[in-house]
């Protein structure tokens, strides 16, 4: 036997191959981000000075704009609480108030339009209150049409609206029982010089001015002396099914030329341009929200720029060991991110913990859902931008300090 035969068989050993390029980007995102998160809450100091930054930025953005919110919905709520689609307007209105007119024939004739449920007249003035105790009170005394009282009330709290329905009865706002001498159900009170008797309370109907009073029509018509062949505006009910728009066109071709036929978006859109054009409300309230931005952003920027400070031997330690300012950008990112959305979570539970404890009938702040989105979105851009700015310091740390 040969002694090629005899041998045993050798199994060749495996070699590892060289690694010849990086890991992947998924890997390295990976790698990263648990690096930047463990770095993050080492220092627990530091992050909580970072996020301070962030929350609040997002307490002051949002408590301006909820503010800013509420007072724009206290404008345009008589409008949006409207079952109208169509309003009928004195020309030139910007806003719902009183003082101009329309023919009262253009209400009938918009009752005739094709795809028209109702037409109704709306009564819109300021009355004045007379008080027990002397002086006087003024109120925006709303002429609601029964039975259906297009124009309000809403947010009845006591009693119902159908007690406009009864002789020389009005409902007043529940927030001014006070204010108005102490009111009561069936209190007796002189609005224009006529007694009235107090029939139900709203709740939160206060606009930009004096509160909502409703009557009915003929009575709010004789309280104001408007006369019966005019109003201060038009409601227009729709069938259902029926566009807006197209009903507007045919409603406009009945009605008088000077009369303005808007939709209730339309009409919506004219007041909000006038209180952000004609008024201080919008500069004010949104000059104080770039503010809190701008000061969240400094603040974030100095601790994040400070936290690459302090850390820079660590960070120079990543370069030695082979990342590259692409991985150590990523790390600033999770960063970021975390900080913009823990912050945002933090600041947004203790904004809508105040407006809880500031809700009023007077003033209310308004966080719709989109401005708790947008607040998260604009909170982690800021945020990124801000580690942006340090990155700039680490593209210059050299990996050769770690050993000196």
């Given amino acids: 036997m040969s002694a090629a035969a005899s041998s045993p068989t050798t199994t060749p050993r495996k070699v590892a191959k060289p690694i010849r390029g990086r890991a992947g980007i998924v890997l390295r995102f990976r790698t990263m981000a648990r690096t930047g998160i463990r770095m993050m809450f080492h220092d627990w100091l530091k992050m909580a000075g970072t996020m301070l930054g962030v929350v609040f930025a997002v307490v002051l953005s949002n408590q301006q704009l909820g503010t800013f919110l509420g007072l724009l919905y206290k404008n345009v709520m008589f409008v949006r609480n409207t079952p109208a689609e169509l309003w009928l307007v004195p020309p030139g ?22 795809g028209v449920q109702e037409a109704q007249p709306l009564v819109f ?37 159908d007690v406009l329905n009864r002789p020389d009865t009005m409902m007043f706002e529940d927030s001014e029982r006070e204010t108005l001498g102490a009111l009561n159900l069936g209190s007796v009170r002189e609005v224009n010089g006529r007694k009235v008797t107090v029939g139900g309370f709203t709740w939160g ?81 949104g000059t104080s929200t770039v503010f809190g931005l701008v000061v969240g952003f400094v603040i974030v920027s100095l601790s994040m720029f400070s936290s690459v400070v302090d850390n820079i031997r660590e960070f120079g330690t990543l370069k030695a060991i082979g990342a590259t300012t692409f991985d150590l950008a990523i790390l600033l990112f999770v960063q970021s991110v975390l900080y913009g959305v823990m912050g945002s979570v933090i600041g947004l539970f203790l904004v809508t913990r105040m407006a809880v404890g500031i809700r009023s009938a007077k003033l209310a702040l308004n966080l719709p859902p989109q401005l708790t989105f947008g607040t998260i979105f604009v909170m982690v851009m800021m945020c990124v931008m801000a580690s942006s700015l340090a990155l700039l310091r680490i593209r210059k740390v050299e990996p050769a300090m770690v050993f000196r």
């Fill in 93 to 114: 209105a910007e806003t719902v108030q009183g003082g101009k007119v329309i023919p009262y024939s253009d209400i009938l004739a918009a009752r005739t339009v094709a």
């Fill in 205 to 285: 109907l206060v606009p930009f001015g004096p509160s909502y009073a409703f009557a009915d029509y003929e009575l709010a018509r004789e309280l104001t002396r408007l006369p019966r062949d005019q109003a201060n505006f038009g409601l227009v009910k729709l069938s259902p099914g029926v566009d807006p728009n197209d009903a507007k066109k045919r409603v406009a071709e009945h009605v008088a030329k000077d009369t303005q036929v808007l939709t209730k978006t339309e009409f919506e859109g004219i007041i909000v341009k006038n209180i952000l054009t004609k008024t201080a409300i919008g500069i004010t309230f």
């Fill in 125 to 161: 003035a300021t009355a004045t209150v007379t008080l027990p105790s002397g002086g006087s009170e003024p109120v925006n005394l709303v002429g609601v049409s029964y039975p259906n009282y297009l124009g309000g009330p809403w947010n009845v709290i006591v009693g119902s609206k």
